[in-house]
């Protein structure tokens, strides 16, 4: 089931089949570098997480991460969401690409997207953007989103100060 699809891509509900996918993204480098380590070291381990950090945002929020696909080829390249976190208190928008994707605008694609679509269906009024302050390709995507730098913010998990932008 496609929440929607974009020139280039479709977005989908991540299912516990797509561990394989997610065990890929969530373990090279950059997502590491980035994001976090999630310590998803096997499939098992990445149907688990997807089971309990993915599915119930559906359920509780009517809204989560994405798998984004190719629309020519239905190949998952990467995940991109909408998340509503304990420690903050608006809705923020999320993304990230397998590297052999990068450089093609598919985050801006999915991203941009995602957030007319939390603004249009979902009715939110403000979506935010996280990222950590060495991420330079995810401050200039969030700054060609529109959203600006607003403060930096501890989150839980992530290990290092974030950059929110708003």
Known sequence: MKIFETKRLILRPLRTDDADFV???M???AFIRNVADRGIRNRALAAAYIAEKILPSYANFNFGFYRVDLKE????IGMCGLVKRDTLEDVD?????LERYWGNGYAFEAASAMMEYGRTNLGL??????????NLASIGLLEKL???FQRKIDLPGYGTENLLFG
């Open 23 to 25: 065990f890929e993204l």
């Open 27 to 29: 373990n090279e480098p």
């Open 73 to 76: 080829t239905s190949s998952p």
């Open 93 to 97: 928008v999320g993304f990230s690409i």
């Open 125 to 134: 009024a403000r979506i935010v953007g996280v990222t950590a302050p060495g």
């Open 146 to 148: 529109g959203l600006k």
